[in-house]
């Protein structure tokens, strides 16, 4: 066989694996499950969105709970046995470690701390497909962890979580610009693993769009709208937090799910220490 002849029988096998049609299978069971996306692990919230899509945003205020949300959607999935990798630059190591057992044991963290075994529940957590990231870190290094995670756990739909975009933006120069280069180049990963990789990302909201829910609402990003297939948002009324669903490019929006603050340690009133629960009633 002639070297032109390898040459085209190499361009061809490229080009047919590029070709649509072909993964029927994969196609027909993404479009028959009756939750298609990531789950949240919330009931109500899942079977009103069908699940998260592959590109998310959560949206909201101070206090509006977004990295205890972010949180429980994270260990949520790793109970699932589907891998996560959370990026942290808002909490710390010490203080996700109780969030998450208080969340898995389901008591408040003055109870937790007075466990018996301890030690062991602590050590326990390393079961969990759940990595952490905590401090800087550069594209390049989620890029190279989400490699070794997907190849880690095959079969499986891996999930990231950015708590949150503004803080991992390190040009503070022109922070705008570093938002929006941080979406573009998360947005590209998305798409490389094609259906294999969801990615969240933890927004805080601009100053003037408090106590209501806006489409182009993030801080330092003119570009989350047009990037993210859905969007969240979350707003702190005192008495629940409302999540919202503002965006959402193919599935409905504008549902409102209440949310109570569960595990609120009465001891503590400056306690995070908490996980949400679903109020009754969902409203238009």
Known sequence: MSQQSQQQQVQASSLSNRKL??????????ITRKVSGVQTGIEKLDKQLLGLAGFFAILGEPKACKSTFAMQLAVHNAKLGNPVLFIDQENGKQRLSERL???????????????????????????????????KIEMHNIEALVEEMVALHPGKRALVIVDSLQSVARNLADLRMSVDQWLLDLDAMKLKYDGQLSIGIVCEKRRGTYGEASVDAAKESGRIEYKVEQQLDMRNTGEQIIIECTLNRDGPRGMKVP????LKDINNEHSFMFKLEAESGIFD
Do not use: I
């Open 21 to 30: 049609g072909q993964d029927v299978d994969k196609f027909l069971s993404n």
């Open 101 to 135: 057992l208080c969340h898995l044991h389901d008591q408040t963290w003055s109870t937790v701390r007075q466990m018996e075994g301890l030690r062991e529940k602590y050590q326990g957590l390393s079961k969990l497909p759940l990595y952490f990231s905590f401090g």
């Open 259 to 262: 949310l109570r603050k569960a």
